[in-house]
C-alpha cells in the first residue's frame, strides 16, 4: 500500500515555487491506478491524518463493512422527514 502526503512543485520565473497546500497520493491493495486527492490544509499533521482517514474509510468500503459514500444520513433519517 502506497500513503505519502506532499505539496506541488513548479517553476515560477526560473525558481522553484512550492504550493501552499498539501496532497495525498494513495493507492490500495489490489489496486493498478495510484489515487491522488486534495487536502486542504496547510498543515502536514492535519494533512496526514486527513490522508489516513481516507484511506481508512477506501479500506473499509472495499471491505463491504461501511455505507456508501453520502448515503448514511438519508438512510438514518425518517422517510417523512425527507424534503
Not at 36 to 59: F, H, M, P, Y
Amino acid at each position: 500500500m502506497i500513503c505519502m502526503i506532499y505539496r506541488r512543485k513548479r517553476a515560477v520565473g526560473g525558481k522553484v515555487e512550492l504550493a501552499r497546500l498539501y496532497r495525498g497520493r494513495y493507492r490500495l491493495e489490489g489496486e493498478a491506478k495510484i489515487k491522488d486527492v486534495a487536502l486542504n490544509t496547510s498543515d502536514k499533521r492535519i494533512a496526514q491524518q486527513n490522508l489516513e482517514k481516507i484511506v481508512k474509510d477506501k479500506q473499509l468500503e472495499v471491505a463491504g463493512s461501511a455505507t456508501q459514500h453520502g448515503s448514511s444520513s438519508a438512510d438514518a433519517a425518517p422517510q417523512g422527514l425527507h424534503r
